[in-house]
């Protein structure tokens, strides 16, 4: 069976979709973007993502490319057409094909629109919950506005790919007073030895994960203590447990920072428990 992607009104098959060469998105990352997960052939906290999704194109003054009522329908049908029961879509928005300028284009170029869907694998999630992931830490070097999800991800890119060399998984920016500010695709969450659960406020500075909204509201289920605080690297190397959240790998723990042992170097058991009770609190849209 052959992937296919939605492109600006129409399914293609994925090999053949494309976008023009004078798009924005390719010439000046104007675009934003939504990876949302897909479990058991439900979408996973799809309103919080959308709601997103607008937030990041008013921030930008992008055009929404559709009414929310429609680009679910879209979403529907992309998830439909390539078969996905556990996986994830990939949509991304940018503000258009235009000869290129890096003035806005005239007003009512249409954005551009695209959604891809894949299916993933579950046993290459389980061994990452099993063993755990290594990260580095990096000097923050991205710019302010991060709280926007743009396709401007350059430094993200090169944080994972150094991670990669030095033999670890992912990087975790820290800013230059010492402060955890996020993962290179994640949020960061720590558990004191007290067992309270932190995380760093995200008004500004990182992005708003919907994953760690999500886990906001499992906490409270599970009777855990969430306090939104900034806490620097030092605190995090001794937690008992330190983590990661996003929407492709929900709660992923991290076993090891800068070739340093987190706790007894092995998983924790308030990551395993957030993941167990995640998908009874987030949203769910059948496909
Ligand atoms: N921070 C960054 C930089 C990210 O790229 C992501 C993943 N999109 C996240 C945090 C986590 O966000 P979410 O839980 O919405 O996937």
Redesign the pocket.
């Known amino acids: 069976m052959s992937r296919i992607a939605y492109v600006n009104g129409q399914y293609v098959r994925h090999s053949e979709a494309a976008v023009h060469v004078e798009d924005r998105g390719f010439q000046f990352a104007d675009g934003v973007y939504e990876?949302c997960e897909v479990r058991h052939g439900m979408i996973v906290d799809l309103t919080r993502h959308l709601s997103r999704l607008d937030r990041s194109l008013s921030e930008l003054r992008m055009a929404a490319p559709m009414s929310r009522a429609a680009l679910t329908f879209v979403i529907r049908e992309v998830l439909r057409r390539n078969r996905v029961k556990n996986g994830i879509f990939y949509m991304q928005v940018t503000r258009g094909a235009a000869r290129r300028d890096h003035y806005f284009p005239a007003e009512g170029t249409p954005p551009t629109i695209t959604i891809t869907a894949k299916s993933t694998d579950p046993s290459a999630a389980a061994k990452k919950y099993a063993n755990g992931i290594k990260v580095i830490t990096l000097p923050e070097n991205r710019w302010d506005r991060?709280d926007i999800?743009t396709v401007g991800l350059l430094p993200?890119v090169l944080a994972k790919q150094q991670a990669k060399e030095a033999g670890a998984q992912d990087a975790i920016f820290i800013d230059r007073d010492g402060i955890v500010m996020?993962?290179?695709?994640?949020?960061v969450w720590i558990v004191t030895p007290d067992g309270e659960l932190v995380t760093r406020p995200a008004e500004h500075g990182?992005?708003k994960?919907?994953?760690?909204t999500t886990l906001i509201d499992v906490a409270k289920k599970l009777g855990l203590k969430v306090v939104e605080r900034e806490f620097k690297t030092e605190e995090m190397l001794a937690a008992r447990e330190v983590f990661f959240?996003?929407?492709?790998g929900i709660c992923v723990p991290i076993v090891e920072i800068d070739g340093k042992p987190v706790a007894n170097g092995h998983p924790g058991t308030v990551s395993s428990s957030i993941r167990d009770t995640f998908f009874d609190v987030a949203e769910k849209t059948a496909i």
């Open positions: 990876v991060v999800k993200n996020e993962g290179a695709s994640s949020n990182i992005l994960g919907i994953t760690r959240t996003s929407a492709t």
